[in-house]
């Protein structure tokens, strides 16, 4: 027996449903769950990925209690997304009005950029390889 890969991640978001907008029309993830959750109006929202191995939790938080601050040109999050051609995945999403504050780069590591989601969270990308 062993673990397997991440099934679920918590992104903390001000407003869930445009960050729900932002993965679904603009990333492409699926809706897997979206249902009533606690009495304040506050949804349990899951998306997955648009290659169908992991959900994101898409957690209200208001006030950014949890969102990690970070320097400029770093992620705010721990989640590294994974693209098979990161070059053309940039030019779809920037395409679709994703901000990316660092586009795709070079490193001794591979390939990386860092996009922007609506609710101000920072993501890594990399070309998986």
Same mark, same amino acid.
């Given at each position: ?60 938080? &208001? ?37 990316? &504050?660092? &586009?795709?780069?070079?490193? &001794? ?21």
């Amino acid at each position: 027996m062993s673990i397997g890969g991440v099934g679920k991640v918590a992104i903390g978001v001000r407003d869930q449903q445009r960050a729900l907008s932002f993965w679904v029309d603009v990333v492409g993830c699926q809706v897997a769950i979206d249902a009533p959750y606690g009495e304040s109006g506050e949804r349990w929202l899951e998306v997955t990925t648009p290659d169908g191995q992991t959900r994101l939790v898409l957690s209200l938080d &208001p006030d950014g209690e949890h969102t990690q601050d970070a320097p400029e040109g770093l992620p705010t999050s721990e989640v590294f997304f994974y693209a098979e051609d990161l070059r053309a995945t940039y030019e779809v999403l920037t395409a679709r009005g994703v901000r990316f &504050p660092t &586009p795709p780069q070079e490193h &001794p590591w591979g390939w990386w950029s860092l996009f922007e989601d609506t609710e101000g969270n920072r993501f890594a990308l990399q070309q998986r390889g």
